[in-house]
């Protein structure tokens, strides 16, 4: 927000179906209570409101994937009508997961997305302090990224890519949004990116040469990239000179704040050399023991022996501990560990140390 207002630029902030919701989410907070957060946080960065673009992700019903359709749409609409009357603007409508009812053995049909994402978009359009732009597609990657190898990542095929456009215009045009499909931005695709627990693996505008001269063919679609994190700059900028031009990121700037306070932690050992008042912060420990006694957010996605796993919660780059950095242990353990940072007896190159690291990850 700070680089925004020095830029004078738009700052997309998203926020996922996963992250907040219209019963709180991880982060225990509705779409309204996160937009007014953000507003405040604009406040102090002195940013002005009207250049922060408020964004919905992955909106659909994949965190009630597990139920019927029955139930699990009703409660889409309910969440995409949260975010769309809290004036999220950009809505990513994402109806791209298998519903407990559906066919497992059998390809989710284009039909069947097509046809949820119109209900979600009606619901949207009804509820929308302002018209929003939408952002859509049947290929989307799994939100916070994926176990996955080189490869096991093809890139979207021109035909998906129209197969998708054709049938999610007809459907919606039936549904009577011809109005809404005009504010259709972006489709997401897989452009060749993704990353693992420790493997990135890096756009190559080559293989998606295809794709991009499709796209560039088109006049008001551009294409929407999930998983670009730890792209380095330069693939970055292809991906948006080839169109690829709304690149979104997350894990990577939990994984720096991670990094930065494990090593704040260990200032506080260097430092603090016998035990402070209230007692050391014991971040590391309490988070790891966070996510055992609730491995709900990591188990499905970290692999491999007891001691693989263990260091998975600690350092893989899909981050998973970031779920729980909201919890009220976790939350006391980065508090105790600035306090003592922060006590006179921290000498001055240690003090030298720590403003580093608190500037460098923004702390």
Known sequence: MERAAMLDRPLLLEATANQINQFGGYMGMTPAEFRDMAYDACERAGLSKELLILGGDHLGPLTWSGEEEAEAMPKAEDLIRSFASAGFSKIHIDTSMYLA???????LSVDVVARRAAALCKAAEQAALEPPVYVIGSEVPPPGGATENEDSVAVTTVESLRETLDRFKEVFIGQGLEDAWERVIAVVVQPGVEFS?????????????????????????????????????????EMKEDGVAILKVGPALTFALREGLFELEDIERETCLSEPEGGYSLFADTLDAAMLENPGYWIRHYHGSEDEIAQKRKYSLSDRCRYYLTD???????????????REKVDSYAKVKVCEVLDTYDL
Not at 329 to 342: E, F, H, P, T, Y
């Open 197 to 237: 627990d420790s493997n990135v693996i890096l756009y190559d505008r080559a293989k998606a040469a295809e794709l991009t001269r499709y796209v560039r063919s088109m006049d008001s679609i551009v294409l929407e990239g999930h998983s670009t994190d730890y792209q380095p700059a330069e693939k970055l900028t």
């Open 328 to 342: 009220a242990r976790v939350a006391s353990a980065i508090q105790r560990l600035r306090d003592n940072l922060s």
């Open 101 to 107: 009812d559906d066919d497992q053995n059998a390809p």
